[in-house]
């Protein structure tokens, strides 16, 4: 969605959108309607001939049904008398036929129901994958900006809406268009006066339709920004739960959630209002129309211009016209539900990758010992009108050594990792994996040289193993056994009460922090990259887990390159060489060793520091 579109939505969130930006506002909404309408198409398009199978269906349906107060009017005026003189053919065809048309239309519209049915459960399942795959395809920009909360009311309270749509809103419009302009035709045949007079009534009820169409659409499209600012709070509220209970947070919870309710529900009633003033001016026109049919046709019957059949059969034609007007107004009440959802779900599916797939990409040269990365007058921030977080630097990082990052926090230490892991691209110069930029690195290719480990070690719900084993699908049990045993974490593996087939529960909740973290480095070493990035990954271990690592540590990064950011001296003075970062530019370089020996410079400090702490 973009900056403009927030604004507007903001604006109809806390009520009308003022006068001087009603130009603006219609402008998105036009926008946002073209947008959900292509969406709807492209779903449509390959269901296509099980769309045009159901139209048929119901066109079916209504021509038997509609033909039901025809034969009534028969039976009245022709097979009564007639069975009255002792001639009951015609009663007799009347009435099978009038049974025919029962049992007829009781059988298309189950055909019907099953092929709606079908189509909608197909294209729902369509949209939910699109929208999956799309957002685990873009960046890792866009989520540190669009929250999961957002991600979610699109797949469930949004996806609801339309499935609304596809189940009852659809059938009910084609029923009711499909009855409205069979009816009309048929009242126009039966007799024209009575039909020219409720047509005219048909009028101001079109201008109503659309002052209805045009105004739901917006309250819905309030209503749709408003669950899901509720979802969001909710997920980030059950998301953080322990700090939610330790400083006591429900209370102000409660009223953050209780304003977000109160505002859905405003502008559900709103939606609602709008509803209910539509179906009162339909019904109200519907019998007064009616009425004056009644009213107007017994006059002529009584003067003979008009056979009670025909008056009858009309009286039952108009109550139907006017019944499938409400069915009009739920479809429009759907859609306009519907209508909303689609426009924020096309814009989630809109958004894309700030750091694309390579149109045509490069392979990278075979690496026995790591390979070389390199950063060529790099530059980034942010975004395009952010400050400048890293300043023009170059670096070069040859195969096989172990870097360590060390500054204060904040000094862009994180932000030179991400960029050799490709989580983002610098706004200017490049990032070299063995010579190749690897904005034109496929990403399979990407994923498989360099793995990042970081402090939050998130593991999946499921076993021990399937979380060590995504490090290389389709690995062996001995071989994600063996990497465990390499990193340490086997000891406390097998201690598990299920051992490696132990469910460590939603985001590894079974687990210690530092258990979470040796089954990370487990994964990565799995993964066996030509790179590997420790972003604070020993951040959460105790002592004697540290001390596991540390051994494991040489294992783990021999023969390959690697990149560690870390506070800790024991994990940094295993490196090969240091980077001091300060404000974004590297202001010492060289081996811990050699930085020590400077006796001056922010190493030597932290070093010194480090040793009068274990005295």
């Known amino acids: 969605m973009t900056t403009t579109e927030q604004a507007v939505e903001e604006e109809s969130w806390r009520g009308v959108a003022a006068e001087d930006n009603e130009e603006l506002t219609n402008a998105v909404g036009l926008r946002l309607q073209a947008r959900s309408r292509a969406l709807l198409r492209s779903l449509l398009r390959p269901r296509l001939g099980m769309c045009l199978l159901a139209f048929a269906l119901v066109v079916a349906e209504n021509i038997v049904t509609l033909s039901g107060p025809l034969l009534v009017a028969e039976a009245i005026d022709v097979g009564i008398p007639a069975a009255i003189d002792g001639r009951t053919t015609v009663l007799t065809w009347c009435v099978a036929g009038y049974l025919a048309t029962a049992i007829g239309s009781g059988l298309l519209r189950y055909l019907f129901v099953r092929v709606v049915a079908t189509v909608g459960q197909d294209l729902l399942l369509d949209l939910r994958g699109r929208v999956f795959r799309h ?7 866009f989520h540190e900006k669009y929250t999961s909360g957002k991600v979610i009311s699109r797949l469930t309270s949004d996806l609801e809406s339309i ?13 009711a268009a499909l009855s409205v302009v069979g009816i009309a035709i048929l009242m126009l045949t039966l007799d024209l006066p009575l039909a020219l007079f409720v047509l005219a009534g048909f009028v101001p009820l079109l201008l109503v339709t659309r ?4 105004t739901s659409n917006r309250a819905y499209r309030d209503t749709r920004g408003g669950i899901a600012k509720i979802i969001v709070q909710f997920v980030e509220s059950m998301n953080g ?3 939610v209970q330790a400083f006591r947070r429900q209370e102000r919870n409660e009223t953050i959630m209780s304003g977000l309710n109160g505002r859905f529900r405003d502008a559900n009633q709103r ?6 003033k539509y179906t009162m001016i339909v019904r109200l026109v519907g019998n007064l129309s009616l009425a004056a049919v009644l009213a107007i046709g017994a006059v002529r019957v009584v003067n003979g211009g008009l056979e009670l059949g025909v008056l009858t059969a009309f009286l039952l034609y108009l109550r139907r016209f006017y019944d499938p007007l409400d069915e009009v107004a739920m479809f429009a009440n759907a859609y306009s539900a519907a209508n909303a959802a689609l426009e924020k ?12 797939e390579p149109a045509e990409p490069k392979p990278l040269p075979a690496a026995a010992d790591g390979r070389e990365v390199r950063f060529e007058r790099v530059e980034f921030r942010y975004s395009a009108d952010g400050p400048v977080v890293l300043p023009e630097f170059d670096l070069t990082i040859p195969a096989g050594q172990t870097v360590a990052l060390v500054g204060e926090t904040g000094a862009g230490k994180s932000t030179i990792a991400k960029l050799v892991a490709r989580f983002y691209d610098p706004t200017k110069g490049d990032v070299l994996l063995s010579g190749v930029p690897l904005r034109s690195v496929a990403d399979e290719d990407l994923r498989r040289s360099v793995v990042m480990v970081t402090q939050e070690n998130f593991l999946f719900s499921g076993s021990v193993a399937d979380n060590i084993g995504l490090g290389r699908l389709g690995a062996s049990r001995a071989e994600i056994e063996a990497a465990a045993e390499a990193v340490g974490a086997a000891e406390f593996v097998e201690k598990l009460p299920e051992g490696y087939d132990t469910d460590v529960r939603k985001r590894g909740g079974r687990l ?25 990954a020993t951040a959460s271990l105790d002592v004697p887990s540290e001390r596991a690592v540390q051994r494991a540590l040489e294992t783990v990064l021999a023969d390959r390159t690697a990149l560690i950011i870390a506070h800790r001296l024991s994990t940094v003075l295993i490196a090969d060489r240091v980077l001091v970062v300060d404000g974004g530019r590297i202001v010492e370089d060289g081996s811990p060793q050699s930085l020590v020996d400077q006796g001056s410079g922010q190493f030597a400090d932290l070093h010194n520091a480090w040793l009068a702490s274990l005295a």
Do not use: N
């Open 512 to 536: 210690s922090a530092g258990q979470r973290q040796l089954v990370a480095f487990a994964r990565a070493f799995l993964a066996d990259p030509s790179v590997l990035v420790l972003d604070e």
């Open 241 to 243: 739960m322990r700090a």
């Open 271 to 276: 939606a609602l209002v709008v509803l209910a």
């Open 211 to 214: 002052w209805f169409y045009r």
């Open 135 to 141: 957002a685990q395809g873009l960046s890792l920009s």
């Open 345 to 356: 779900i096309s814009g989630l599916l809109e958004e894309r990758p700030d750091v694309a």
């Open 163 to 175: 499935e609304d749509l596809l189940d009852i809103g659809l059938d009910g419009l084609l029923t």
